[in-house]
């Protein structure tokens, strides 16, 4: 039910192009039925709720097999894909699902955006050499999360949840706080999004997605240890993301030299970028490096910037899932189906040339 009304929305309302090419084969990616012959087949599904995720739909003419509905609107539309709401079916479940489900999610999630978890020992040097800074990025991070009330991110909170309820059973007030929000912002995002029957979905949605979790927080810990992964190995309270890059590595690194656990750092030499009147101390054969207060400065301010945009980029994605990508509009010089056309035709006619005022989008 949200998968269509979100098409609906992201479409404008407009589905007659959807109803007019889904019933051509894959191997007609262009072809446009007549809207004279074209079926309500998304209408179907909206009205009577049915689910697009099956091979339940005969190609036009029965030129072909069955095929699935989901899988070729998501071909047109790609941004609807997560709006199926498929991946939380094991999330509502009594049981949380294994916890190496839930690490897969996070680590597709920030691979996709080519993004990291800001280590949870630069956190803590972060609220050590500046608490106001620290209290501004959490404040301002998690809003962002919670702001992008977009499937993806809504899953990628609840397993975060997930690996710190494993981790650390009695600290996940700040992971279960952020869920719940996101929860709330998810569902009443609805309204604002000008969804169809928007009240019904929030009403429907919000208890099983709280239940979900709440069953993590209850749950998750008696999870079997799954694969190891070094990226979630030093995780802090809340996912803090950064930019995969060597600039924000080096400034992990100088940050984590000059915190509470500088003692991790000996035997490393600061990154180039941070060496400039560093103090080294050596202690039976081992140095250790001390930042400059110029180089924890910046330091700081890179980290900082980084970690706004990339949060700020996250929240945007409540703007872009709407904006999808058109149906492919492009016509023949002779659609099939025209009313030149026998209706009981079975075979696709040859793909002509476009005329020259065809348009695409």
Known sequence: MTWTRFLLKSQDGDVRWLNQTLLMPTTEPSGVLSERLAPRVFEDIHEKG???????WAEYGNSGGKF?????????????RPWLLRDFIRYVQPDPPPLLESRTRLMGYTYQRGLLFVPGRVVS???HLNPALYADLEQRCAKALV??????TLIFVIAFLHEMTWRRRHDVEASGRLAYDAVDEFTTSFSRREFDDADMLAQRLH???????ANVVVWGDRCAPSKFVPSLEDLSALPFLMEKSREMLDACACLHAAG???YECMGRPLPERYQEGAIEVT??????????PASIAAALLALKSNVLRVHADVEREYEDSLQSTPVM???RSKPVGNRDSDRRATKLPRRSRPSSGAKSA
Do not use: M, Q
Not at 51 to 56: F, R, T, V
Not at 147 to 152: G, L, Q
Not at 283 to 292: L, M
């Open 50 to 56: 049915k689910n697009p995720d099956g091979a339940y």
């Open 260 to 262: 509470e656990e500088w």
């Open 283 to 292: 202690c039976d054969g081992i140095s250790s490096h001390t930042p400059a």
């Open 147 to 152: 702001k992008a009330a977009t499937p993806e």
């Open 207 to 213: 208890g099983p997605l709280v239940d979900a979790v």
């Open 68 to 80: 699935n509905l989901f899988e070729r609107v998501c071909e047109r539309v790609p941004k609807s």
């Open 329 to 331: 509009k492009t016509t």
């Open 125 to 127: 040097a972060v609220k």
